[in-house]
């Protein structure tokens, strides 16, 4: 059990670069010059149509929806549809809803994505890079919308979700199904200008809508965000979603890895020094 | 002069050593005994599943759905094996780091078992990635992502098992009569040790802190910001229990390999451990008690969940740790045993409840694992099996190193 004092020294150094290599960088951040852009959906302009189910489908190879939207039924996104429109009885009558992934300002699976194949583009869509997941769903686990969905049936399979037309946004055109939408119910442009179009619309019209710009602050505030006639609870959508970004949940951990990995090896070395004294009196029990 | 001896010594076994090894492949001891017949066809049932698996997708042999991604095989191979394994992390600590010289008998058992579970519990994990070729981008760095817990995880996870690896070279280097090896990978250990030690904290915690952002996937109950420290906390008396489990088993099956005086010992061993289970049990029991008072949890337990939680708080954690306590009075080698078992259910249920059971149970199609699921992590855990009693039948596992390995330690 012999080992010198230098080799060991030598070792904790190395042990705790190795580890501690990065901790600091944390969750990714936007950087505050560039300016998000996302989507505002109104729910009080949507007449379930699907027409932005259609040319999401079309724009991205996908099978066509053959249901509708149907009172009492949740339709859910999938891998070959990754925007669905639902309709709910609520308070204030039939109302329609678009749902798909929200991308989120500091997004859970791109934080919890070990291989950065998901991926928060700087103008603000979250999309999945090929070539780089390893398919461990761990971004599903994390999303609070459940919103990455996995080809369970496919040899290699791929996280399929919204990807906020990431490709024609850089083309310059706006997202595909803002264009196939006949009445104008999903706006793309930069986030800010959204909330304050959002602030209007319900300033204008209060007994209209109800108060409340979804997606503004819910998990740490969404690329996509909702305004209706009536609380989103009553759309099938979680309100008790936190305000925080889920990110910030593991903030705490990951912070202490590198203090952990670095101060430990020394107080465990003390206590092996601090009882190595016993073994030289050549302890029996 | 003895440098020089040392390394003609080597050279001139070099290919007597080739050859030795390949003499001790084959099988000692009875082919049909009941633990054979029983496993054989599991494990070629289990072989033909992953052989689906990789052929057909994950879908065609799991249940997994889009709602809840992780199932039986992360679920109880990797996030409760993993705890099963700590007692190699817990034993080095004792050992090595304490110098309670009392539990070195059983030392290297615990560390060859810890790392085989480490090996084929990553067996398990990759049968379950969706890609695993891709695995390498973790490892040869294009790809870092390093705000993620689960890469943290699977950084001081790989590196654990390179550690533990080392602190078993020894046997190996005894069992191939390797006597210059052997002083070197022996004054490796203390390195090995105090690494794996701090890799081990991290990693055992890191497994509960994979769940932190299911924060409103995760029933109350189970879920709460103290996961980490909870997953750590029950590693301890978790990989305890499972060598005081793995003792009694190995002494009715490896009868030869125990030196004469064990029995004594053991009996030493059997109560310390029981000191030291009891210890951290009620540590975790009195965390779990200021959780769910701190988080106002008492209203949830009316329910059917409640029930289940109360059955896992009590039963497997005041029952095993009053046994524990019961037999640190008055020793009596079957209530530790029995204590240990109910451990490692209460264990396996609250790794169980918090990645699969109250993971996602209110949504509308529960996840239930597949028969092929089961089939596959049982196999898993067999094929563990075999290799570790091919191990042990022929390394100096159990059994007593030979007189001129001994001034290495």
Redesign the interface.
């Given at each position: 059990m012999g080992i010198n004092r230098r080799d060991f020294m030598k070792t904790v150094g190395l042990a705790g670069a190795t580890l501690t290599f990065g901790k600091s960088v944390g969750s990714p951040q936007q950087d505050e010059t560039t300016e998000l852009y996302g989507m505002l959906y109104d729910s009080t302009l949507c007449i379930g149509c699907q027409n932005c189910e259609f040319s999401c489908a079309g724009e991205h190879g996908l099978d066509d929806p053959t249901d509708a939207p149907e009172l009492g039924v949740v339709r859910k996104a999938d891998t070959d549809h990754r925007t669905v429109v639902n309709l709910y009885e609520t308070s204030q009558g039939e109302a329609y809803i678009k749902s798909q992934c929200m991308h989120c300002n500091q997004a859970a699976c791109v934080t919890a994505c070990l291989t950065q194949a998901l991926h928060k583009t700087k103008t603000g869509p979250v999309v999945w890079r090929e070539g780089k997941c390893m398919g461990c769903r761990y971004c599903m686990l994390s999303c609070p919308f459940d919103s990455p969905k996995f080809e369970y049936n496919k040899t290699n399979p791929k996280i399929v979700k919204c990807t906020m037309c990431a490709e024609r946004q850089k083309e310059g055109k706006e997202p595909a199904c803002v264009e196939g939408c006949p009445m104008g119910a999903i706006t793309f442009g930069k986030r800010s200008d959204l909330i304050k179009e959002a602030r209007k619309r319900i300033h204008d019209d209060p007994d209209f809508y109800y108060d409340h710009i979804y997606g503004e602050h819910e998990a740490g505030g969404t690329g996509w965000m909702y305004i209706a006639g009536v609380p989103m609870n009553e759309l099938g959508f979680k309100t008790d979603i936190q305000k925080k970004s889920y990110p910030s949940l593991t903030k705490g951990f990951i912070g202490s890895i590198a203090p952990v990995d670095i101060l430990l090896p020394g107080v465990l070395l003390g206590i092996y020094a601090a009882t190595k004294s016993i073994r030289e009196e050549g302890e029996e029990s | 002069m003895k440098q020089n001896a040392d390394t003609l010594y080597l050279d001139s076994r070099n290919n007597s050593v080739w050859s030795f090894i390949l003499q001790e492949m084959k099988p000692k001891g009875k082919i049909f005994t009941p633990f054979n017949i029983i496993s054989i066809p599991i494990i070629l049932v289990g072989l033909y599943i992953i052989f689906i698996r990789?052929?057909?997708?994950?879908?065609?042999v799991?249940n997994?759905t889009?709602?809840v991604?992780?199932g039986l095989w992360k679920g109880f191979n990797v996030v409760t094996g993993v705890a099963f394994a700590g007692g190699a992390y817990v034993l080095a600590?004792l050992v090595?780091?304490?110098?309670m010289?009392?539990f070195k008998p059983i030392l290297r058992v615990t560390i060859l078992n810890g790392f085989l579970a480490y090996v084929f519990y990553s067996i398990a994990l990759i049968i379950?990635?969706?890609?695993?070729?891709?695995?390498i981008?973790?490892i040869i760095g294009n790809?870092?992502?390093?705000?993620?817990?689960?890469?943290?995880v699977?950084?001081?996870f790989l590196?654990y098992m390179l550690a533990m690896l080392i602190e078993f070279s020894p046997a190996i280097a005894e069992w191939l009569n390797l006597k210059k090896a052997h002083r070197v990978l022996?004054?490796?250990?203390?390195?090995a040790v105090?690494?794996g030690?701090?890799l081990s904290?991290?990693h055992q915690?890191?497994l509960g802190?994979?769940?932190?952002?299911?924060?409103?996937?995760i029933h109350p109950l189970w879920y709460n910001?103290y996961l980490?420290l909870m997953f750590v906390v029950s590693s301890v008396f978790a990989g305890i229990a499972l060598v005081i489990l793995e003792g009694s088993i190995s002494r009715k099956v490896f009868t030869g390999q125990y030196p004469d005086d064990d029995k004594e010992s053991h009996n030493?061993i059997l109560k310390s451990l029981a000191k030291i289970s009891a210890g951290a049990m009620f540590l975790y029991l009195f965390m779990t008690i200021i959780i769910f008072v701190h988080e106002q949890n008492a209203v949830y337990l009316s329910s059917k969940l409640g029930a289940w939680y109360l059955l896992e708080v009590l039963g497997f954690v005041m029952v095993p740790l009053i046994l524990y306590c019961y037999s640190c009075t008055k020793y009596n080698r079957t209530v530790v045993t029995v204590a240990a078992v109910l451990t490692l259910i209460g264990i396996m249920l609250n790794r169980m409840n918090i990645s699969i059971i109250a993971f996602r149970w209110d949504a509308?199609v529960p996840y239930i694992p597949a028969w092929q699921e089961f089939v596959v992590t049982v196999a898993i855990i067999l094929i563990e099996i075999w290799v570790f009693r091919w191990v042990v039948r022929r390394m100096p596992v159990i059994r007593k190193s030979p007189e001129w390995a001994k001034n290495?330690?």
């Open positions: - | 990789f052929t057909q997708g994950l879908g065609a799991n997994l889009q709602e991604p992780w600590f090595y780091i304490l110098n010289k009392r379950d990635l969706g890609r695993p070729l891709d695995i981008n973790i790809n870092y992502g390093v705000s993620s817990v689960m890469f943290l699977g950084w001081h590196l022996s004054s490796l250990t203390l390195a105090v690494f030690i701090t904290v991290l915690s890191g802190a994979l769940f932190l952002m299911a924060k409103d996937k910001s980490p030493l509308a290495n330690h």
